[in-house]
């Protein structure tokens, strides 16, 4: 069988008809159809639909890169927002995190911390005894720690002017005694000046 | 200058018209503009349709579905080769086309857009189906018989001749079964329905070389399928 007789047997199909009426039929059974579909289908269901024709006619990539992107925007805004924050505490009612080992965030352009930095942040032991280490960190301890345990020699007093009250307690004779009444400080709290600031230290880990 | 050469000249001169060489090319120019006439013709009633029916007015759809019922009934039974699956396809396809008419934006035709809808949907109704044979065979229109192309086939000492109308329908029909979906859609449009490879890759979202390539491997497996009744 060669190409023409193929292409006139298959044009032959084209007499191939539905029966009589078949058309007037059809046009009645699509309008009930419509109607069946309306009356079944609830308002949720037909929003729906054209929610989904809308976007099937309006199918460009484009829309569908800003899709994306707007999701993944999205789903990381909503990500953030749910991590857990740390617990605020009595020092820092912001919740900011301050380590038992780690001192403040301080970065001293010199070997010796600024006295106005130092009143920041410690503000509840302004009284209590400060030493210096012999590499110049000024440290501050609880007043348990008075009683037995011997002071680092202290150094580059004029710089400071909270030196002169170390100076004041370290010369009497029963520091208990001469101590007066103070507030108890919480030991777990020290606040070590460091050469190195606390804020450099990484607060994740992989 | 001799009077010959005087009165020839205006003859010389004036344009010659090739519309009047022939009473046959005039004809054919004639059938030509009459169609093209009718196309726009029928996409302006298309776009008067669609604007009604796109403010909401039924009768304007209604018409719509008795005009390209007909061309859509031969594309979906040809595909799926049985009557109720192609009746109850067509309705499924006019309530999709009833639900999208308001995105239709006129970028393609309106019957462009109604083919891509049946072919997509009979596409998929296929794969769903599988494999099982389905066929039930229309009746042939009377006029077949006074077709010019069934008469050069039943003409003469060919075993056609002597064939029941009926089983060479059938056979026909098994044969086209045979081919992928996709190709014989493609047969559909082109060889049944006589759709130019233009608006055929524009329904499909191919290039015309890839409804060519597919026509003519389609037309091959046929003529495998049909040669060997064609012998017998």
Redesign the interface.
């Known amino acids: 069988m060669n190409d023409d007789q193929l292409r006139a047997l298959l044009r032959l199909k084209r007499y191939e008809q539905p029966p009589e009426g078949y058309y007037d039929r059809l046009l009645i059974q699509i309008r009930q159809n419509q109607r069946t579909e309306l009356l079944r289908k609830s308002l949720w269901n037909i929003a729906l639909d054209r929610f989904r024709t809308f976007f099937s006619s309006h199918n460009t990539p484009a829309l569908r890169y800003a899709g994306a992107t707007a999701g993944f925007a999205l789903a990381g805004f909503l990500g953030l927002r749910m991590l857990p924050q740390d617990p605020p505490t009595a020092t820092n009612p912001g919740g900011a995190e301050i380590a038992e080992a780690a001192p403040p965030a301080i970065a001293p352009s010199s070997p010796f911390p600024v006295p106005q930095a130092i009143q920041t942040t410690m503000p509840v032991q302004s009284h209590a005894p400060l030493h210096m280490h012999a590499q110049g960190q000024l440290q501050t301890q609880p007043q348990h720690t008075l009683l037995g345990d011997p002071w680092p020699p202290l150094e580059h007093l004029e710089t400071l002017r909270s030196m002169q009250r170390t100076q004041a307690i370290r010369t009497s004779t029963s520091p208990s005694q001469s101590l007066p009444q103070r507030p108890q400080i919480q030991r777990s709290t020290r606040y070590i000046i460091d050469a190195r600031p606390v804020s450099y230290e990484p607060s994740f880990s992989f | 200058m001799p009077p010959s050469l005087t009165q020839a000249l205006p003859t010389i001169l004036l344009p010659t018209l090739p519309e009047a060489q022939s009473p046959c090319a005039t004809g054919a120019l004639a059938g030509r503009k009459s169609a093209t006439m009718q196309e726009q013709d029928s996409r302006r009633e298309d776009d008067q349709l669609i604007a009604r029916s796109q403010n909401g007015d039924?009768a304007a759809f209604?018409q719509l579905?008795?005009k390209y019922?007909?061309r859509l009934?031969?594309l979906v039974?040809?595909m799926t080769s049985n009557?109720e699956d192609?009746?109850d396809l067509?309705?499924d396809i006019?309530?999709k086309a009833?639900?999208?008419i308001?995105?239709f934006?006129g970028r393609s035709s309106f019957p462009t857009w109604m083919h891509a809808i049946a072919v997509n949907m009979s596409i998929n109704f296929l794969k769903k189906r599988g494999r099982r044979s389905h066929l039930s065979?229309?009746?042939?229109?009377a006029?077949?018989e006074h077709?010019k192309?069934?008469m050069?086939?039943t003409a003469g000492s060919t075993p056609v001749r002597e064939t029941n109308l009926k089983e060479?329908?059938k056979r026909?029909n098994e044969a086209m079964q045979k081919l992928s979906h996709e190709h014989r859609a493609v047969?559909t449009m082109f060889?049944?329905?006589?759709m130019p490879h233009a608006e055929i890759a524009s329904i499909l979202g191919i290039s015309e070389g890839t409804v060519r390539s597919r026509l003519f491997y389609a037309?091959r497996q046929?003529?495998a399928f049909?040669?060997e009744f064609?012998q017998n």
């Open positions: 039924p209604d579905v008795v019922s007909p009934y031969g039974y040809n009557h192609t009746n067509l309705q006019w309530a009833f639900r999208s308001n995105g934006r065979l229309d009746d042939i229109d006029n077949v077709d192309e069934f050069e086939l060479l329908q026909l047969v060889d049944i329905q006589g037309h046929l003529q049909l040669g064609h």
